[in-house]
């Protein structure tokens, strides 16, 4: 089924045509083939404020990630979820003597 409809279709002519397609290439901003350092995107501004702003807001992120993760143990542990055997469980069974 497959290769009746690849044969189908070289016969229109379809296939040959996307495989003849010239490859277009990427010019780069000083006009060649290749890359150079003039292609390198050029730093703007003060970077103290763009680094500060940066900082600040992955602080906020890790902050807002360690309270949640305090949370959920605490959580865990008060609904008794999840035992973290840090004390000696008690018998199931009384002493009869």
């Not at 906020?60 to 542990?77: E, H, K, N, Q, R």
Request: hydrophobic fraction near 35%.
């Amino acid at each position: 089924m497959a290769f009746n409809l690849i044969k189908h279709a070289t016969r229109l002519g379809f296939l040959r045509s996307i495989r003849t397609a010239p490859r277009l290439r990427a010019k780069f901003k000083d006009g060649g083939e290749q890359s150079t350092f003039n292609d390198m995107p050029i730093p703007e501004g003060c970077w103290k404020e763009f680094n500060a702003k940066r900082q600040s807001r992955q602080t906020t992120m890790l902050l807002s990630g360690l309270a949640a993760f305090v949370a959920s143990i605490v959580y865990v542990t008060q609904t008794e979820l999840l035992f973290f055997n840090y004390t000696e469980p008690d018998y199931p069974y009384e002493d009869e003597e």
